[in-house]
């Protein structure tokens, strides 16, 4: 909710798209950045529950600084205290994910996949509805401090989050207490850095879903900064728009819950590949109603039918990504291979925003296309790494072969 909220405040303050998709872009251009940082800290958390607990709350006056800023502040500063807030932002998703593990057993795993995945599309789906109400019947402002207001409830959810043993490598210290503290050093940090970081670039189908995803979210950045002229054009207000992204987010729920029925799951990285062709599809049909220009039934349609085949798209998409990554992940350093695949789709994301906004005032329709093609580039990057060819193929089965011992799920050096 908080980045709808936050686009539809630049633009009700601003008058303009491209100021708006900047904003958005701040709040989470910094999430790369923080996502590696931020899981180090959380894998090496005796107590992950008390460090989310406290990320949240920072996110959550991070938001309201940025309201404040809007509000007499120079825009500068107040892009820099969106950044500074961005570097928190993959709290608020891969932070959670990475320790499903601790409350599920492994053989119920697929589900808890799908039922996670639903979770983020149901709040994707009353987020955006949520915001572009509270903008349209009591402004923006509203809106925002709304979505700060939401994350601060969930602070207490995190006592949820049990005691668990230090992450293994962490440097340690007896403290004379009993909740297994650690003390973090700059050299511990770096080097748990490295090994994420490389977990992340060694095994093949960790970073072909990394790839993958990053694209397919550069794509979505774009789409979503064409949201308010959508809104604008074609059904009646900008904060009109934002029920486009509550009906894919309703469409990636029901996609969800039926997965989680099933009693074999899909294959996830068949899925990664053809999911973002579906989606591409759905950018250009939301390309072909902006090209239309007109606002009624026709466009009306057009655009119910892009939300519909994103969210059946998306949702699977996420579900697969999670299944990947907790899959290839050891566990030692799972909460950051979380976190930074997080950062690093936020971040692609913040670029989209930034670029649709001042692509989409030119030309709304080549914005939509724009991102339609970034989704089938991710389509073509995952087949690329999947099926490479001559003797490249045979360094991805190595790799494929030795990513678990390279990845470090054997014992831990140093």
Partial sequence: MSGPALLLLGHAWTGSVATASALLAAVTAASALGGPLFGVFLDRAAR????????????????????????????????????????????????????????????????????????????????????????????????????????????????????????????????GGTDGATRVTARGVGRDLARGCGCVLRSVPLARATLNSTLSSLGQGVFVACVPLLGARLLGAPADGAL???????????????????????????????????????????????AVGVAGG????????????????????????????????????????????????????????????????RSLPGALLAAAAAQVLATAAHLAATYAPGAYAGVVRRRRRRAARRCGRGPARG
């Fill in 48 to 175: 992950p529950g008390r460090l989310l607990a406290g990320a949240l709350t920072l996110y959550a006056t991070g938001l309201t600084a940025v309201l404040a800023g809007l509000a007499g502040a120079p825009f500068p500063l107040t892009l820099l205290v969106a950044l500074a807030t961005g570097l928190l932002a993959p709290a608020l998703a891969g932070g959670w994910t990475a320790h499903l593990g601790m409350v599920v057993p492994a053989e119920r795993l697929p589900r808890a996949h799908a039922l996670d995945a639903a979770t983020y599309s149901a709040a994707s789906l009353l987020g955006p509805a949520l915001a572009g109400l509270l903008a349209r019947l009591l402004g923006a402002p509203v809106a925002v401090v709304a979505a700060a207001a939401l994350i601060l409830l969930a602070v207490p959810a995190t006592r949820g989050l049990s005691h668990r043993a230090v992450a293994e490598g962490a440097d340690r210290t007896t403290s």
């Fill in 298 to 361: 026709v466009a009306a349609g057009l655009l119910g039918t892009a939300a519909l085949l994103a969210g059946i798209a998306e949702g699977p998409q996420l579900t697969a990504l999670f299944a990947v990554r907790h899959r290839e992940a050891p566990e030692r350093l799972r909460a950051q291979v979380f976190t930074t695949g997080a950062g690093v789709k936020i971040s692609a994301f913040a670029l989209g925003a930034a670029v649709g906004g001042p692509l989409a005032v």
């Fill in 244 to 290: 486009l992204l509550g009906g894919s987010a309703l469409a990636a729920l029901g996609a969800n819950a039926t997965l989680a029925r099933r009693r074999r799951p899909l294959v996830p990285d068949t899925v990664l590949g053809v999911g973002p062709l579906l989606i591409a599809v759905a950018f250009v049909t939301a390309g072909i109603a902006a």
